[in-house]
């Protein structure tokens, strides 16, 4: 008998999703490229399960019932192309190819094109949650035709992971959009990773706090409803972890060093190209790589001193204070990133409906927190709301502890402590906010140098002066 799925790729995400769609109904035929990693995936973990092993694409593809739905887990890139090049002489009309890793968005909006001409189905599905999700019910975000996601939607509603209001799941929208989502997804995460390692940071380093303590504040503020998230949650797991053969807290033997695999940096760079403003994240980007020239920092320590100051103060109400900075700074770190959803949704007619963006990473994705059941109703009350900072409740959120937020960011400079993403959600607030910005001193420099021209605030039109130099002091 045919099997009804067919799992490409046999890394940690492959074969757990493999495991997954078996678990949930659906027999999974499976391929790996190294023979030796599909016999010890059908020893150690298929055994006694409906998962075919194959050993060729052609017997790969003549395992599946038709039309054929393919989920490829390899290398984004270049092996994506490879796998798909070498599936389109294999598979007939209407047969499916899903690429469920972290593929840039244009590619994957070349791959739907090509291969939807040809007769074929293509989805882009971004897929959160890490290993864990991946066996037990990940956040899915999937992009291509509508005709394409309804063939699989009874697999993915059933293997994603199930909240109150339903599976984490949804049809995001044509072309690449689900990897659009994905990545920006990804560009919240570092944003909210380098919130948390701030917050660290000042508790540690200014207010002296031990890492049983630093359990306790993380554990609190998991069991609020602004806080309590995925990332909180494994952050005061990791302060319980000691070295075995010192008995040191293991994430202070951990080089500060961190890694990224580019999907920060495409949201960057996607966010410069449609103009949006999302410093948050760009100051997250920005703090991984200033963390990747240990050695030259090390050098610059003993050469460049910072302040003398210590810390003077209330340890319990400064902690307060850092915990609403983490919060405000966090609003305005998601508020940039649903910004740039809506933009690139607009710039290409992708109809993302933020609000169940919102929902469907409630659960199993690596930024899944309660806090997203306040962004959901958020757009369930206003879908054109401009900017989650203009939302009832966010609004006066930040405005009743912004006095606090603004204290911490001061106390971080005078201390001589980091705190980049806490400084650019203060700045992106601040200026949100204001109604004039100090620009037009920059579009008359651009006038002066460049005949740029300038608009007014009192006439229409396009204007352009012959600046006059000021005469020399003498």
Request: aromatic fraction near 8%.
């Amino acid at each position: 008998m045919a099997q009804s799925f067919g799992v490409i790729g046999l890394a940690v995400m492959g074969e757990n999703l493999a495991l997954n769609v078996e678990r949930n109904g659906f027999p999974v035929a499976v391929y790996n490229r190294s023979r030796d990693k599909t016999d010890l995936f059908m020893a150690k973990r298929a055994q006694g399960k409906n998962v075919q092993a194959t050993y060729s694409l052609e017997e790969f593809v003549t395992a599946l019932e038709r039309p054929r739905r393919i989920l490829v887990m390899v290398k984004a890139g270049g092996p994506v192309d490879a796998v798909i090049n070498q599936l389109k002489p294999l598979l007939d009309e209407g047969d499916m190819i899903i690429d469920g890793g972290n593929s840039l968005y244009n590619d994957t909006e070349r791959r739907v094109e090509e291969l939807e001409s040809t007769g074929l189905r293509f989805i882009g599905m971004g897929v959160s949650g890490g290993e864990e999700g991946a066996l037990n019910g990940p956040s899915l975000m999937p992009g291509g035709t509508r005709a394409a996601y309804d063939s699989i939607a009874p697999i993915v509603q059933k293997i994603a992971a199930q909240v109150d209001d339903g599976p984490c799941v949804t049809y995001i929208g044509p072309g690449g959009s689900g990897h659009y989502v994905k990545m920006v997804h990804n560009g919240i995460e570092y944003g909210d990773m380098q919130l948390i390692a701030e917050a660290y940071d000042l508790m540690k380093n200014v207010l002296g706090l031990g890492h049983e303590q630093l359990h306790d504040v993380f554990a609190e503020w998991n069991l609020t409803d602004e806080l309590n998230s995925f990332l909180i949650e494994i952050t005061t797991d990791i302060f319980t972890n000691l070295d075995e053969e010192t008995g040191t807290p293991l994430v202070e033997l951990i080089l500060d060093a961190a890694g990224q695999k580019g999907t920060g940096r495409w949201t960057v760079m996607s966010a410069l190209e449609m103009g949006v403003a999302i410093p948050t994240i760009t100051a997250a980007v920005n703090a991984r790589i200033m963390s990747s020239i240990k050695a030259e920092r090390v050098a610059a320590a003993k050469e460049l001193n910072g302040p003398p100051d210590r810390f003077e103060g209330d340890v319990k109400a400064t902690i307060n204070k850092i915990r609403d900075a983490l919060y405000c700074s966090k609003i305005c770190s998601y508020a940039q990133g649903m910004a740039l959803i809506d933009k690139a949704s607009q710039t290409y007619n992708y109809g993302v409906d933020l609000g169940e963006t919102a929902r469907i990473w409630k659960g199993g994705c690596i930024i899944r927190a309660r806090f997203l059941n306040k962004i959901k109703q958020a757009y369930d009350e206003n879908s054109s709301l401009a900017n989650l900072l203009l939302a009832p409740e966010f609004k006066q959120t930040i405005l009743d502890r912004q006095s606090a937020w603004r204290e911490v960011i001061a106390m971080a400079a005078q201390l001589g402590i980091p705190v980049p993403a806490f400084s650019a959600s203060l700045d992106y607030f601040d200026s949100y906010r204001r109604d004039r910005l100090p620009q037009n001193l920059t579009q008359a420099q651009r006038d002066y140098f460049g005949a740029h021209t300038y608009d007014r605030v009192d006439k229409e039109g396009a204007f352009h002066t012959e600046w006059t130099k000021a005469p020399a002091h003498v």
